[in-house]
């Protein structure tokens, strides 16, 4: 239903194609006390924390945009890891993807149920997430700063407990249309422990290994298209020769959304500290029907800014088209390096493994 309001709005004009709501994404300010204001708007903004009151049914928005997810990607020397437990109100969606590294093997599987089927819950603060047909969990702790995690999928299993790492969450809460809008924690993760079962092989995943974590809740457009990359390694001060640890999730809609928002979503961690760049793009070519693409670049200009390269070695694409639902999955695995000047320094960034994703999302 919402995509279908949203494109008789695009229609007869009241939705723009792109929508500037003149909150400035780039200024940190404190955190509001409630998520949605007296006017049924959500308070947008790029925040130094949230602790407010999560009162989404305050919203002007339809219930049936209401969406959450919880999604980890954690880069270990022999295993890329990702696991994703979402619930779109109409759809959910259980997923585990493994990569090994050293002999190219592309393990995935991904659990989508359509309503009502759905079989992912959460609890109200929506910090834990499970889903019902495999026992599958990611929780975070009460003080926030762990996660729990158990995702079991057919031949695939993997159990670790991980503790936020270098420096703040990026939270934001960005604004849409139709009293619509999103509360965002982008974090750096580091696990304590961690086993990794295929079949019935089972391997330990260190720790310290890195990873990335992106949990998300609100009410979304009913027309969403975006790119996206996420990765967290090393890099080397091309001035000092310091190695540091260095990670970044940057998200930008592509011109599919209806409307586009330039949401500011560029964000790098180095050490103990969060940064947002002012801009950035993805530039790549797709091959086929089947979106197969070539090199990707991402880059941005200014005083903080990327300089990507980023090589797909495996492409997972999903794709779901029913009479409410509109989905095209693409996600790629592969390997990313370049260079990042943030906060007056200028970094080389060690060759990692990242995921990067180009997709459309209607209901």
């Not at 959460?122 to 995690?149: C, K, P, Q």
């Not at 990507?308 to 989905?327: C, G, I, K, W, Y």
């Not at 000047?341 to 997709?359: I, K």
Request: a negative charge.
């Amino acid at each position: 239903m919402p995509r279908f309001i949203d494109l008789l709005d695009a229609g007869v004009g009241r939705t723009p194609q792109v929508l500037d709501t003149g909150v400035d994404y780039l200024k940190q300010r404190p955190g509001p006390t409630r998520l949605i204001g007296s006017n049924g708007h959500y308070n947008a903004g790029w925040l130094e924390s949230f602790d407010g009151q999560l009162n989404l049914r305050d919203s002007d928005a339809l219930d049936l945009s209401f969406q959450r997810w919880f999604h980890l990607a954690f880069d270990g020397p022999q295993h890329f890891i990702v696991c994703n437990l979402a619930n779109l109100t109409r759809a959910s969606n259980c997923a585990l993807l493994v990569v090994d590294k050293h002999t190219g093997a592309f393990e995935n599987v991904s659990l989508t149920h359509v309503r009502p089927g759905d079989t992912v819950r959460h609890d109200d603060a929506l910090r834990h997430f499970h889903d019902d047909e495999t026992g599958s969990f990611i929780r975070t702790s009460a003080d926030l700063s762990r996660v729990h995690i158990c995702m079991r999928t057919q031949h695939l299993t993997f159990v670790a407990t991980a503790h936020h790492a270098m420096g703040p969450p990026m939270v934001q809460v960005t604004r849409f249309q139709r009293g619509r809008g999103v509360l965002q924690w982008y974090r750096i993760l580091e696990l304590e422990a961690g086993l990794l079962a295929i079949g019935d092989r089972v391997f330990e995943i260190p720790a310290g290994t890195l990873g990335t974590s992106d949990r998300t809740v609100g009410h979304m457009r009913g027309i969403q298209a975006w790119n996206w990359v996420a990765a967290v390694g090393h890099a080397v001060d091309l001035d000092t020769g310091e190695r540091v640890r260095l990670g970044l999730q940057i998200a930008r809609d592509r011109p599919g959304a209806r409307p586009v928002v330039e949401a500011r979503k560029y964000v790098v961690w180095l050490e103990d500290s969060v940064h947002k760049l002012p801009t950035a793009r993805f530039d790549y070519e797709l091959l086929d029907e089947d979106n197969e693409t070539g090199p990707w670049r991402i880059v941005s200009e200014g005083d903080q800014a990327l300089e990507l390269d980023f090589t797909p070695r495996f492409h997972r694409r999903e794709r779901r088209e029913r009479m409410l639902v509109n989905a095209d999955f693409n996600q790629y695995y592969g390997q990313l390096s370049g260079r990042v000047a943030v906060a007056g320094r200028r970094f080389e960034l060690e060759p990692c493994f990242a995921v990067t994703e180009q997709s459309l999302l209607e209901l």
